[in-house]
């Protein structure tokens, strides 16, 4: 018997099932060697390392069967447009301002993806920013992704007027929901973080989306210093006539411009792949950061979702790790 096997003998013998033993290589020509024992044996190879590699004492089940659909990565795509903002809430998660370069994905390079979403099995699209309507057109991506899918777009709703408004007017109603940022029932907290007078101006955005017609959803992200805001928040709700899936209340990630919050990392979330000008993130709530980042471009998409599927499906074999969701919608 050679003494690879004897290690795999060893080691995965001492292993409690259900639990993972790493054994050295001595080459790359082990790696076939293991695979069949583990094949033979009943146990299954996890994670092929340089000089090594992982292995799963026993059969694994797909942690992922037992997800709900919404959970499970590939339901949802995230799409940032753009960078550029008329904002700059000092907690952005991506950085975003007026002068943040634009990073802008064409209705083009959009059209292209969406197409392998679809293929791929992506069920729902959220597009964000940035501020998505600081692009003229966006009326134009919107079309195209409400043919395609059901579509949220991420916004402040303090662009609501002239070309934009029009443009806005003649979108269709279907698969289409504005989710518009609201911070406070009041304009204190909201303008202290978004920007003097922007409470006032997203709340008139927040009318003329509901007076328009369209499904809206309305989102606050709150910090260390919401006292009873949320409370607050839900009676204003309730006076817009918002029901309980059109409210979310998420607290802020310390990422991008935000120096407190929740801290997340790629084990702490469960994916929401999220496509940029730039690549392919973990989650849109880290977009920028290099940590989180998946691939430098999308295509091949079936590709890319695979590699994030089978990244947090080693995560929740290992058992290291209790992901959650991050409600960015």
């Known amino acids: 018997m050679s003494a690879l096997i004897l290690r795999l003998v060893e080691q995965v013998g001492a292993t409690p099932a259900g639990s993972v033993t790493e054994v050295a290589l001595d080459g790359p020509d082990d790696l076939a060697s293991v695979a069949r024992w583990c094949e033979a044996t009943g146990n299954e190879v996890l994670t092929v390392l340089p000089d090594a590699v992982e ?131 009041t304009p204190g907290l909201h303008d202290r973080h978004r ?9 008139d955005g927040i009318r003329c989306a509901l007076d328009l017609g369209f499904r809206v959803r309305v989102a606050a992200t709150l910090g260390e210093d919401a006292g009873d805001t949320e409370t607050e928040l839900e009676r204003l709700f309730s006076d ?30 469960v994916p929401e792949v999220c496509v940029t000008a730039e690549g392919v993130w973990w989650h849109p709530v880290a977009a920028i950061d290099p940590a989180m980042k998946v691939a430098d471009h999308w295509a091949p998409f079936d590709e890319v979702l695979d590699s994030v599927r089978e990244e947090y499906r080693r995560h929740r074999i290992r058992g290291d790790v209790l992901a959650s969701t991050f409600p960015c919608a």
């Open 55 to 185: 292995i799963h004492r026993g059969r694994i089940a797909d942690p992922l069967a037992s997800l709900p659909p919404e959970r499970r990565p590939g339901h949802r795509l995230w799409v940032y447009t753009n960078f550029h903002c008329n904002l700059a809430c000092d907690y952005c998660c991506v950085e975003s301002s007026p002068t943040a370069a634009p990073r802008v994905l064409s209705t083009a390079e959009l059209s292209r993806l969406l197409e392998a979403a679809v293929a791929s099995g992506v069920e729902e699209l959220y597009i964000t920013g940035g501020e998505p309507f600081m692009l003229i057109d966006m009326d134009e991506r919107l079309r195209l992704a409400t043919s395609l899918l059901p579509t949220t777009v991420l916004t402040n709703a303090m662009l609501f007027r002239g070309e934009r408004l029009r443009r806005l007017e003649a979108l269709p109603r279907d698969n289409l929901t504005l989710q518009i940022s609201l911070d406070s029932a």
């Open 195 to 203: 920007g003097s007078g922007s409470f006032e101006r997203a709340l």
């Open 240 to 269: 817009l006539g918002l029901d309980d899936d059109q409210r979310v209340v998420r607290r802020v990630a310390r990422q991008g411009a935000a120096n407190s919050g929740l801290t997340v990392s790629r084990t702490s979330l």
